[in-house]
C-alpha cells in the first residue's frame, strides 16, 4: 500500500477523476495527525464521492443519498472522541441534502466536511448539480441548465459555519493543508473541493480549474477577531467572476461548539456523552420511584 | 344512594383551562382510590376549537375503556353543550354559565354545519335556554346553571384581584361544581390543587378557596346526587400516567441515551417527557431539521454503541423508511416509537387510527427483517419500551414500537412497574483482532465505532462491509439477514407475542391489537367470547393463532381502520380468513357500547359493521 491509510479496495473512480487528488491529500492529511483508525469516521452519501470510505483504512460509514450529515451528527454527538469526516458530492450535500446542510451550519458540530464539487451528477451520467452554472450545457445534458447555481462557500457562511475553506483537486498539497487544519477546528469545517468529472463535465475540466484557480492573498486573514463575522468581504471576493480562490476563507474560534452547548444544558455530557453510558446497570425500584416521584398517586 | 362509576365529560375551548380542570380532577380522584380512564379529544389547534377531556370513574376497578351515555357534563362554553347534550344520560346532569343562555347555535363559528343541521332536525329551539328546557322537560336532565360572572366577582373581591386575574379561575367553577355533584371532599381536593399548582402558594390558596365555595353552594342546593361509594381498591402503588409518558419510562428505564425527533403529534410529548427527566441518565435529546435526520442520527448513534430511539407519527415515519432500510441492511439496532394517528397523508393529525400497522412492516422497499411490536395499554407500552431495546440489540435489527393516539394522550392509573421483571439484554457485543462487522451470521458480533475499524454500507456488501455485488454473496448476506426473524420466531416466546382473554371454546373470538385491547376486554367480560390480542406481527405468532383460530367458528376482527390490517396480516401468516369485522375510522376511540351492539349485529348474521359515536 502506498498510503498508510489506504484500504486493500480496488478504487473503481474512472482515470483521471479528480476524486484521486481528494482521497491522496485525505491519507496524507490523516498520517500528519496521525489519526486513530479506530478512532476515525469517514462517513459519506452516495455516488462516486460516497464510495471514499471504503478506499480508506479506518472506519467507514457509507450512508443514503444525502443524508451523510445526519449520520455524522448521531455518531459524534454520542461519541465525541471520534474524529468524524464526511465526503459527499455537491448534488448529495447541497441538493437532496441540502436542509441537512444548513441545519448543520445552526450547530457548529466539530466535524468536518468535504464537498466534491465537480458541478455535475457522475454515477448518472451526469445530469447538473446545484452547481452547475445556468445556461451551461456540458456534454452529457441534452438541453442547457436552466437552474441558476447555488455558491457552496456563500451558503456555508449564511448558515453559519465556522471553518470556510476551498481547495482543488489539482493541488492535493494545498488541500491536504486544509483538511489538516479542517480537522483541527473546534467546530464544524467546511471545504469545498473543485475537482474535474472527467468523463461527463467537459466545461470544468482539468485546464479550466488550471486557469481559474487562484490561491488567496497570503495577506488574508480569515481569522474572526471580537465576534464579528466580516462575511462583506469575504462575499466580495466569491463574486469575482474572473477567479475562484481556494484558501482559507472564514475561521471563527469564537462561536460555541455543539458539544459546548449540550454541556450547558445536560452536565454530565462530558464525563458520559451516548456511547460510554453503562446500559447494564439498571435503574432500580428506588430509583424509579426518585425519577418519577411527581407521577406517583399519594393515596389519601 | 351512592354509585359505583361515573363518566363525565368536560368540554370548552381548546387553551381555555380544560387541561387543568381535567388534571385537578383526575389527581384528587386518584388520590381516593379510583380507577380512572380520561380521553382527551382536540382538534389541530391552539386556541379556539371545541376540545373535551372524557373520563371514567371507578370505585372497584380500573377502567380500560370508555362509554356512552355519561351522567355529567361539565360546559366551559356554549359550544360544549350544543355538542354533546344528547350523550347526556336521562336524569343526569349538566352544568353551564347562565350567561350562555341566549347563545344563539347559528352565532357560533367554530361549530360544523353538519353539527347545526343535525341540532335543528330535532327542533329544539336555537339557543341554548331551549335546549336547556328540552333537557329538562322531555330527558328529565337537571340544569345546574352557574352564575359565572357573578362567582369571579366574588373571588375577586376576597382576594382583591383584578377582573383579567380572575378570569383565569373559570376552571375552578368546573372543578367545584363536578365536585360538589360526586361529593368529593376537600382535602383531596385541596391536595391536587397543591400538587398541580406546586411553587405557586398563592394561586393554590385562592384556588383552593374558589373550589371550595363553589363546591359547597353545589352541596347545598343538590346534595351530592352523583355521590361515588369509598374506593375498594387496595393501596398498591399507582402512577398517574398518559401513553407518552409510560413510554417515555420505560425508555429511561431501558437505557435510553440517545433521542432525536422532530415536532409531531402525537409523538412529540415523549421527547419532552425525555427531555424533562432524562437529565441525570444524561440522555440527549436533539430536535433535528426533519424526521429523515430524526431517524438517521438515531442509527448514527447506535453504530457508537448508544442505545438510541426516535419518535414519530405516520407522516414522519413515511420520511424515516429510507433510513430504517439502511438499518436492517447494516444490522443497527435502532427503536422508532410509531405513534399512529388518522391517515392518509396529513389525515386528522390529533385524532386516533390504526391504519399504519402496513407502513410499520413494509413501508421500504426491499425485503428486510425488522421486529414490529405493538402495545395494548400503558403498562405493556412501559415494558415494550424497555424491551424494544433489547431486541434491536439482541438480533441487531430496528424494532418498530407501535402506539397510537388514544393510547398516547389518554391519562390512566397504571400500576407501578415492577423492575425485577425488567432485564438489560444487549446481545451479542465485542471486537477482536482482524474484526469483520458482518463475519459469523446470522448474529455477527458487534462492536461500535471507536472500538474496531469498520465499514457500513447500505449497498450489498461483503463481511467486511465493503461493496460487493456477487451473486453468492448476495445469496449468503440476504440470507444471513432474513434468518434473523426466523431466529427472532423461534427464540422470542409466545407470550411476548400475543395474549388469549377468555374462555376456552368461546362461542366467538374478538381480534384485535394495540389500543382496542381494552374495549375489547370489557366486551368479552360476562360473554361466552374470548379476546386475541396480537401483540407482535413481525414475527407473527404463526402456528398458535392458526391453532386459535381455526377452532372458533366465528371471529370477528374489532380495529381503528376502514378495511382491517389485522385480518390481512391473519390471512398473509395463517390462510385463516376472519369473516367478521367491526371497523370505526372517525379517529375517535372504540366505545363498548358500540361493540356491543355490533357484536349483537354480527351474531344475527351482519358481516361488517362500521361504527361512529361520538363528536
Known amino acids: ?300 | 344512594m351512592s354509585r359505583e362509576d361515573l363518566l363525565l365529560i368536560i368540554g370548552g375551548e381548546q387553551g381555555a383551562g380544560l387541561e387543568t380542570t381535567a388534571q385537578i380532577l383526575t389527581y384528587a380522584l386518584t388520590s381516593k382510590g379510583y380507577g380512572s380512564i380520561a380521553d382527551r379529544e382536540y382538534h389541530s389547534n391552539i386556541k379556539g376549537k371545541h376540545s373535551y377531556v372524557h373520563s371514567k370513574i371507578s370505585t372497584k376497578t380500573y377502567p380500560r375503556s370508555l362509554t356512552y351515555p355519561i351522567q355529567l357534563l361539565g360546559c366551559m362554553d356554549a359550544e360544549t353543550l350544543f355538542t354533546h347534550h344528547e350523550d347526556v344520560e336521562d336524569g343526569g346532569f349538566v352544568v353551564y354559565d347562565v350567561s350562555i343562555e341566549d347563545t344563539n347555535i347559528d352565532d357560533i363559528p367554530s361549530i360544523s354545519h353538519e353539527l347545526k343541521s343535525a341540532y335543528k332536525e330535532n327542533d329544539i329551539g336555537n339557543e341554548i335556554i331551549d335546549l336547556v328546557h328540552y333537557l329538562d322537560e322531555e330527558k328529565d336532565i337537571v340544569p345546574i346553571p352557574l352564575d359565572f360572572q357573578g362567582l369571579l366577582e366574588e373571588l375577586q373581591e376576597n382576594f382583591e384581584l383584578s377582573s383579567s386575574q380572575a378570569s383565569r379561575y373559570v376552571s375552578s367553577i368546573l372543578i367545584g361544581s363536578v365536585s360538589g355533584l360526586i361529593g368529593l371532599d376537600k382535602e383531596s381536593l385541596d391536595k391536587a390543587v397543591e400538587r398541580k399548582f406546586k411553587e405557586k402558594e398563592v394561586i393554590a390558596e385562592q384556588n383552593k378557596f374558589f373550589i371550595e365555595m363553589i363546591s359547597s353552594k353545589i352541596k347545598d342546593e343538590h346534595g351530592s346526587p352523583l355521590k361515588l361509594k369509598d374506593s375498594k381498591m387496595n393501596k398498591e402503588k399507582r402512577l398517574l400516567v398518559s401513553g407518552n409518558d409510560a413510554v417515555g419510562m420505560g425508555k429511561i428505564t431501558g437505557g435510553i441515551s440517545f433521542q432525536s425527533y422532530y415536532p409531531i403529534t402525537p409523538a412529540a410529548d415523549e421527547s419532552f417527557f425525555l427531555e424533562e427527566h432524562g437529565e441525570e441518565k444524561n440522555i440527549v435529546v436533539i430536535q433535528t431539521e426533519d424526521e429523515i435526520a430524526a431517524i438517521n442520527s438515531a442509527i448514527g448513534s447506535s453504530l457508537t454503541g448508544a442505545r438510541s430511539a426516535t419518535a414519530t407519527s405516520g407522516p414522519g415515519y413515511s420520511l424515516m423508511v429510507e433510513g430504517i432500510g439502511w438499518a436492517c441492511m447494516n444490522e443497527v439496532p435502532v427503536v422508532v416509537t410509531y405513534y399512529q394517528r388518522g391517515g392518509p397523508s396529513t389525515g386528522m393529525p390529533t385524532r386516533g387510527g390504526q391504519s399504519d400497522l402496513f407502513s410499520a412492516l413494509y413501508g421500504s422497499h426491499g425485503q428486510m427483517p425488522k421486529i414490529v411490536l405493538c402495545s395494548g395499554d400503558h403498562e405493556e407500552a412501559f415494558y415494550d419500551a424497555v424491551e424494544a431495546f433489547n431486541l434491536a440489540e439482541e438480533y441487531q435489527i430496528p424494532v418498530i414500537h407501535m402506539l397510537d393516539k388514544f393510547l398516547a394522550n389518554s391519562v390512566v392509573n397504571m400500576k407501578s412497574p415492577d423492575l425485577s421483571q425488567v432485564e438489560i439484554r444487549r446481545g451479542d457485543i465485542g471486537g477482536s483482532k482482524d474484526y469483520k462487522r458482518f463475519a459469523d451470521g446470522p448474529i455477527s458480533k458487534r462492536a461500535f465505532l471507536g472500538q474496531e475499524v469498520m465499514w457500513y454500507t447500505g449497498s450489498e456488501h461483503d463481511e467486511d462491509g465493503n461493496v460487493s455485488e456477487n451473486p453468492g454473496n448476495r445469496v449468503k448476506m440476504q440470507d444471513k439477514r432474513m434468518k434473523k426473524l426466523e431466529l427472532a420466531y423461534e427464540n422470542i416466546p409466545d407470550d411476548k407475542k400475543f395474549k388469549y382473554f377468555g374462555p376456552e371454546n368461546p362461542e366467538f373470538i374478538l381480534v384485535g391489537w394495540g389500543s382496542v385491547k381494552g374495549v375489547c376486554l370489557d366486551t368479552i367480560e360476562g360473554m361466552d367470547c374470548a379476546y386475541l390480542h396480537i401483540w407482535m406481527f413481525s414475527p407473527f405468532p404463526t402456528e398458535s393463532v392458526k391453532d386459535i383460530l381455526s377452532k372458533c367458528e366465528k371471529c370477528i376482527a374489532v380495529e381503528h381502520t376502514h378495511s382491517p390490517l389485522i385480518k390481512r396480516s391473519v390471512a398473509m401468516n395463517t390462510g385463516i380468513i376472519i369473516d367478521n369485522e367491526i371497523v370505526k375510522y372517525t379517529g375517535r376511540p372504540i366505545y363498548l357500547m358500540e361493540v356491543k351492539r355490533a357484536i349483537k349485529d354480527i351474531l344475527d348474521g351482519d358481516n361488517r359493521k362500521v361504527i361512529e359515536h361520538g363528536p
Not at chain 1, 463574486?239 to 471563527?252: M, Q, R, S, W
Open chain 1, 1 to 300: 500500500m502506498a498510503h498508510d491509510y489506504e484500504s486493500d479496495i480496488w478504487v473503481d473512480w474512472c482515470k483521471g477523476c479528480g476524486n484521486f487528488g481528494i482521497v491522496t491529500s485525505m491519507y496524507k492529511a490523516f498520517k500528519e495527525l496521525e489519526l486513530s483508525k479506530e478512532n476515525t469516521v469517514v462517513v459519506s452519501g452516495i455516488g462516486c464521492s460516497g464510495k471514499t470510505p471504503h478506499f480508506i483504512d479506518t472506519s467507514g460509514v457509507h450512508t443514503l443519498h444525502g443524508r451523510a450529515i445526519p449520520y455524522a451528527t448521531g455518531i459524534k454527538i454520542s461519541n465525541p472522541e471520534l474524529d468524524v469526516v464526511v465526503n459527499g458530492g455537491d448534488g448529495d450535500l447541497l441538493g437532496i441534502g441540502a436542509g441537512h446542510f444548513v441545519a448543520l451550519g445552526r450547530r457548529n458540530i466539530n466535524i468536518t466536511i468535504l464537498l466534491h464539487n465537480n458541478r455535475v451528477y457522475g454515477l448518472t451520467k451526469g445530469q447538473a448539480a446545484p452547481t452547475l452554472e445556468k445556461d451551461v450545457k456540458t456534454k452529457a445534458l441534452f438541453k442547457p441548465n436552466i437552474q441558476d447555481r447555488v455558491e457552496p462557500l456563500k451558503l456555508a457562511l449564511t448558515c453559519g459555519f465556522t471553518y470556510v475553506a476551498r481547495g482543488s483537486s489539482l493541488d492535493p498539497n494545498q488541500l491536504k493543508e486544509l483538511i489538516v487544519e479542517g480537522i483541527q477546528h473546534q467546530g464544524t469545517a467546511f471545504i469545498d473541493i473543485f475537482q474535474p468529472c472527467v468523463t461527463y463535465n467537459d466545461i470544468h475540466t482539468w485546464k479550466y480549474i488550471q486557469d481559474n484557480v487562484e490561491q488567496l492573498d497570503e495577506s488574508y486573514d480569515p481569522e474572526v477577531k471580537d465576534d464579528k463575522e466580516n462575511i462583506d468581504q469575504v462575499y466580495e471576493m466569491l463574486n469575482d467572476e474572473d477567479k475562484i480562490y481556494t484558501g482559507v476563507f472564514l475561521k471563527n474560534e469564537k462561536k460555541s461548539t455543539f458539544k459546548e452547548r449540550i454541556q450547558k444544558i445536560l452536565p454530565g455530557y462530558e464525563d458520559t456523552p451516548p456511547a460510554k453510558r453503562e446500559i447494564d446497570q439498571m435503574i432500580d425500584q428506588k430509583e424509579f420511584e426518585e425519577l418519577f416521584e411527581e407521577y406517583f398517586i399519594n393515596r389519601l
